[in-house]
Nanobody, 121 residues
């Protein structure tokens, strides 16, 4: 499956941003979808994941209550709504598709190219 993430940008602390990731090539609903992020000089970290049908989600603790992952299987798209953004959220955000509902990047087989989110203080 091919993934293309977009929607990043430069925002101020406290602002909102919505990322999208469009999938093509295989049956989108067969995959668990997730968002990861990587800041300069840091390892890639899990942000959120959503089950195949969209009924179950989980998040890293630092974004709970501020970020929402969702998916539209009819549109082959997964979203990440980010509210109350903080400067520490500055990173390259990646979407990923896999078979297992985990927070481990190695368990995801397909990755998008990343979209940059920069949060100024």
């Amino acid at each position: 499956v091919q993934l293309q993430a977009f929607g990043g940008g430069l925002v101020q602390a406290g602002d909102s941003l919505k990322l999208s990731c469009a999938a093509s090539g295989r049956t989108f609903s067969n995959y668990v979808m997730a968002w990861f992020r990587q800041a300069p000089g840091k390892e890639r970290e899990f942000v959120a994941a959503i089950s195949r049908g969209g009924g179950t989600t989980f998040y890293r603790d630092s974004v709970k209550g501020r970020f929402t992952i969702s998916r539209d299987n009819a549109k082959n798209t997964v979203y990440l709504q980010m509210n109350s953004l903080k400067p520490e959220g500055t990173a390259l955000y990646y979407c990923a598709a896999g078979s297992d509902y985990t927070r481990l990047p190695d368990t995801y087989s397909y990755w998008g190219q990343g979209t940059q989110v920069t949060v100024s203080s």
